[in-house]
């Protein structure tokens, strides 16, 4: 328990304490959700993910122990780390699927447009892969660090964010081929993939890094003023919003993309935010 906890709340270990691990539980609480425009916040502690519109106005919640890092896919599927688990959710919150094997410490989540879905894993090391509504492992490959983001492209090139870099996998994890990209990092966080191909990278030390191919060397540095913990990122689908999640700061912060200036600052009484999911979230 105290490694999972310490490994989310970096900056704030002492928290830990306050946590402890129950079964798992998911309850639908009723009430309207937008299926083409929101944005969803996962509260780690408060066992809620949160649903909200366009004008960042709640619709609705969905309840999940200890939600961490999501993921909205092109079906408006919500992808929730639960736990040891990763559970996924249809548009109006009612639980599809539940992938736990191969799992110990799952932290994020992704889906590839094929809806192969995709768990970096922090306490083995291990980056797993699923087809949609399987629990069947179909690859799984060992960073070697501990993985938190994760991100596909459109060649289905797979990127991971973790041990304060970002390695590579070519053409998916079938092989298990993996390159270093060089990027240094001062702590890895979430990891999204914009229109022109640039990794939008967490730094949860540092910012959010934008990296353009080849990946070899950080572009530009999106930061907020006395902002702190950049943990969790996600973009819109037309990419003039990016929306980062601050564990540390308890709050969800709206930066216009690439320009990096702030728009406005969520917060809510569910506490601290660890994951951010947005699909197809049209401001």
Request: negative net charge.
């Amino acid at each position: 328990m105290q490694s999972r906890v310490s490994a989310l709340l970096r900056v704030t270990p002492q928290v830990a304490q306050h946590i402890a691990w129950g079964s798992r539980t998911v309850a639908r609480v009723p009430g309207h959700r937008s299926g083409l425009e929101e944005l969803a916040v996962s509260y780690y502690l408060a066992g809620e993910v949160l649903i909200l519109n366009n004008k960042y106005q709640k619709v609705s919640e969905i309840s999940d122990t200890y939600p961490a890092g999501d993921f909205i896919d092109s079906k408006d599927n919500l992808y929730v780390v639960s736990g040891t688990v990763v559970d996924e959710f249809d548009k109006s919150g009612s639980l599809l699927d539940v992938y736990f094997s191969g799992l110990i410490d799952p932290v994020n989540v992704t889906v590839d447009a094929k809806q192969n879905v995709y768990v970096t894993d922090s306490r083995n090391d291990e980056i797993v892969e699923y087809a949609q509504g399987s629990n069947v492992v179909l690859y799984s490959c060992n960073t070697g660090f501990g993985n938190v983001g994760i991100a596909v492209d459109s060649l289905g090139d797979v990127f991971v964010n973790g041990g304060n870099t970002i390695v590579e996998y070519k053409g998916g994890l079938s092989a298990c081929s993996e390159t270093t990209t060089g990027i240094s990092l001062g702590s890895s966080g979430g990891l999204q993939i914009d229109k022109k191909g640039d990794l939008v990278a967490g730094d949860q030390v540092n910012g959010i890094d934008i990296i353009p191919p080849p990946y070899k060397s950080i572009s530009k540095t999106i930061k907020v003023s006395g902002g702190k913990d950049y943990y969790d990122d996600a973009l819109t689908q037309n990419n003039d919003l990016l929306f980062i999640a601050s564990p540390n700061s308890a709050a969800v912060w709206v930066v216009k993309y690439p320009a990096g200036t702030l728009v406005t600052t969520l917060t809510s009484s569910a506490g601290l935010p660890f994951g951010v999911a947005t699909y197809p979230y049209v401001k």
